[in-house]
């Protein structure tokens, strides 16, 4: 397997550039005289075009084959991150955001469905499980290089254009090619609805908050007076927060019914955010460790969303249903950053925390209702969670392709009602 672990190194390197970018250009924003609306529309940019990706990427691919859409796509990435340095402008930063999440959703998809190629059933999970971890320390890593230069300086912007293209590197000298990666048949919003309303409401309402957190947390920080370098610590610990919360919360929700889970990390997280309320500038500390444990609980939401859908699924809809959950995130995390930061601007500073602990508790007080409408899945019939990083678009797919092979043959429960 050395060629797939030059494979993860690229990709290693790769979050490190994507997890610098999005808090340096959330804060470079704020200094250029963003109001406080117009940067939430511009960092909801980038999830727009994470969402266009997989109806425009595949098209390339069909035609001219994954390493050259890779290398395409990441050179493109690259030279978009500088361009932020010549046009200081909303609606070219605007512009250029998309223009990222789409491209980075390009290299999620051929780096994945490579990854997904060089695995068989005994080892994929643990592979992806791997890249988990990569992607999520890389992103996280990648905040703390915030500190090698002023926000204010063009030397960051170009460390996330060096980071893209060294990343290439290993990704381009592994020695095969990917294959072509499947692409989802359709499921529309009202078929999944009816197959498993919680999913689809746990799914858009992480990505809300989530969008949220990501786009307009490093501000939000900042405005609570917290230095730039506390801030890169902010923006990590929610992130390692999330990758040691996963693999707990997961196996819970393999023994229980996934709904109580759901339920039980929603209210956590709402009850950690409320607590920030109590809390002034001089708690420092104390913020850190209320969004640490906000991120634990929270980040696996997403994985436990996808596990309790699948638990409603037959294997042959699993695929399809995973296009729609993609689409349903992606939508949620492009209004994260907008809605919140119409919310600061109105509300205030402690707003934002609010607002966190608003949506979580409407994601709890959902499954609850859910717990009265059908009984859970049996043991029998619930599939393991998957760890599946929210931020990787196309891994939602292969993550459910694993879990359809574990699963054929199984008689899968199709739910009487909604």
């Not at 796509?73 to 991150?81: E, F, N």
């Not at 190629?117 to 905040?143: E, P």
């Amino acid at each position: 397997m050395l060629s797939a672990w030059s494979l993860l190194l690229g990709m290693a390197v790769l979050m490190l550039g994507h997890g610098l970018q999005g808090t340096l250009l959330s804060l470079r924003a704020a200094l250029e005289g963003f109001a406080l609306p117009v940067t939430g529309i511009v960092m909801s940019g980038y999830y727009l075009g994470l969402v266009a990706a997989p109806f425009i990427v595949p098209h390339f691919v069909g035609s001219v084959g994954h390493v050259r859409v890779f290398a395409a796509l990441a050179s493109l990435a690259s030279t978009t991150i500088l361009m932020h340095i010549l046009w200081v402008d909303p609606v070219t930063w605007f512009f250029l955001r998309f223009v990222t999440g789409m491209a980075l959703c390009g290299v999620y998809i051929t780096a994945e469905s490579w990854l997904n190629s060089k695995a068989d059933n005994q080892t994929r999970g643990g592979l992806f499980s791997v890249y988990m971890v990569i992607q999520t320390a890389g992103f996280a890593g990648g905040n703390f290089l915030l500190n090698l230069a002023p926000v204010q300086s063009w030397m960051l912007f170009v460390g996330v254009s060096v980071l893209f293209s060294v990343g290439l590197v290993p990704l381009l000298l592994a020695d095969n090619q990917a294959p072509p990666p499947s692409r989802p048949t359709h499921v529309g919003f009202k078929e999944l609805w009816r197959l498993s309303p919680l999913g689809l409401v746990t799914i858009f309402g992480i990505g809300i908050a989530q969008g949220g957190l990501y786009g307009m947390g490093p501000i939000w920080a900042r405005q609570f007076g917290m230095s730039v370098g506390t801030v890169s610590i902010f923006m990590a610990v929610v992130l390692i927060g999330g990758a040691l919360f996963q693999w707990p919360i997961g196996r819970l929700s393999d023994w229980m019914d996934r709904r109580i889970v759901l339920a039980i990390v929603s209210f956590g997280a709402a009850l950690a955010s409320v607590l920030v309320l109590a809390a002034g500038p001089s708690a420092e500390t104390l913020v850190l460790v209320l969004f640490f444990l906000f991120g634990g609980l929270s980040l696996p939401m997403y994985s436990l969303g996808v596990a309790h859908t699948n638990d409603f699924m037959r294997p042959d809809q699993m695929v399809g249903v995973s296009g729609a959950l993609l689409l349903a995130n992606g939508l949620g995390a492009a209004i994260g950053p907008t809605l919140t930061s119409f919310i600061m601007e109105h509300f205030g500073i402690y707003a934002f925390p609010l607002m966190l602990a608003l949506a979580h508790a409407a994601i709890g007080l959902f499954a609850l209702w859910r717990m009265t409408r059908r009984p859970a899945p049996t043991a029998a019939e619930r599939g393991p969670v998957q760890a599946i990083p929210a931020g990787s678009p196309y891994s939602t797919v292969l993550a459910q392709e694993v879990s359809a092979v574990r699963r054929e043959g199984q008689e899968v429960r199709q739910p009487a009602e909604a």
